[in-house]
C-alpha cells in the first residue's frame, strides 16, 4: 500500500479528483466504483467543477456504488442512490442506465445480491474504487469479522456504524439495521483501489491499519495489504497517530 499525506481535506479531495479525471480522459469508458459518506463529497463536487469547466465526458463511464441500506427506497433523502444523484451524477452526464447501485428494496434480497455481483463481473471489472473507511475499519459496509472471500452480501450494521450515520436522518431509530453491501473479494477485484480517510476520528483506525503487517478479518481494511494497486490518501489528521 503506498500511502500519500496531504494536509487537509481540500487537498485529498482535489488529488482524488484529478486521479479519477486522468483515468477518464484517458479512457472514456472507465469503470468507477463510488463510496457514499461524507468523506468523498467534495471529490465528487471537484468532478462536478470539471465536468462544467473542461467538459470531461462521463458518457462512456460506468459506476458501480459499494453499497445500499437495506429497505431504504432510492427516492428517500437517505438512500445511498439518492446521495450519488445529489452529490454527483444528477450534475454530469453519465447515463442512467449506466449507473448501478444495489437495490435495497429488491423481495428476494440474496437474489438482488448475486444479480449485482453478476453486474460487477459482467461490467468487465472496476478500474478504480473509491473508499472511505468506518472509524471501526469497515469498507463499504462490511463489518469487522466479515469473511475475506465475501461477495456482495446483506450485512447486519454494527451499533457503532448505526451511530456514525445518525447524523445522516433525524434520529438514530430511522437508520436502517441491514445494508446490501460489495463484498471483501468483490471490492479486492477492482484494479486500482484509493483510500480516503480525513479528520482525527479517522486516526485511530488509520493507526490499526498502519503500524502493523497484521491482516486480520476484524480489521476489514487490512485485506486492502493483500491488493497490489492500492493508495491511501490522507490527511495529517488522520495520520495523526501514525
Ligand atoms: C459508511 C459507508 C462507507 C463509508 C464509511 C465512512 O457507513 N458505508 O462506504 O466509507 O461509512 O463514512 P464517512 O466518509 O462519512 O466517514
Do not use: W
Request: proline share 4%; hydrophobic share 35%; with cysteine.
Amino acid at each position: 500500500m503506498k500511502v500519500l499525506e496531504v494536509k487537509n481535506y481540500e487537498e485529498m479531495s482535489s488529488i482524488a479528483a484529478n486521479m479519477i479525471i486522468e483515468l477518464v480522459k484517458s479512457k472514456p469508458d472507465a469503470k468507477l466504483g463510488l463510496a457514499t459518506g461524507g468523506t468523498p463529497i467534495v471529490l465528487y463536487k471537484e468532478l462536478i467543477q470539471d465536468y462544467r469547466k473542461n467538459g470531461t465526458s462521463y458518457e462512456q463511464v460506468c459506476t458501480y456504488n459499494l453499497d445500499e441500506y437495506v429497505g431504504m427506497d432510492p427516492e428517500d433523502s437517505n438512500s445511498y442512490r439518492y446521495f450519488m444523484e445529489k452529490n454527483l451524477f444528477a450534475h454530469i452526464n453519465v447515463p442512467e442506465s449506466h449507473i448501478h447501485i444495489p437495490d435495497g428494496t429488491a423481495e428476494d434480497l440474496k437474489a438482488e445480491c448475486e444479480r449485482y455481483e453478476d453486474e460487477l463481473i459482467r461490467g468487465g471489472g472496476i478500474d478504480i474504487q473509491i473508499l472511505g473507511i468506518g472509524s471501526n475499519g469497515h469498507i463499504g459496509f462490511n463489518e469487522p469479522g466479515t469473511s475475506f472471500s465475501s461477495h456482495t452480501h446483506i450485512v447486519k450494521l454494527a451499533e457503532t456504524t448505526r451511530k456514525a450515520n445518525a447524523r445522516f436522518f433525524h434520529s438514530l431509530e430511522e437508520v436502517p439495521t441491514e445494508a446490501i453491501t460489495m463484498g471483501i473479494a468483490s471490492i479486492l477485484k477492482a484494479n486500482q483501489i484509493l483510500l480516503l480517510a480525513s479528520g482525527i476520528n479517522k486516526s485511530e483506525v488509520m493507526r490499526r491499519l498502519l503500524t502493523t503487517d497484521e491482516v486480520d478479518e476484524q480489521l476489514p481494511a487490512s485485506a486492502l495489504k493483500k491488493h497490489p494497486n492500492v493508495t491511501i490518501l490522507a490527511d495529517d489528521n488522520a495520520l495523526s497517530l501514525v
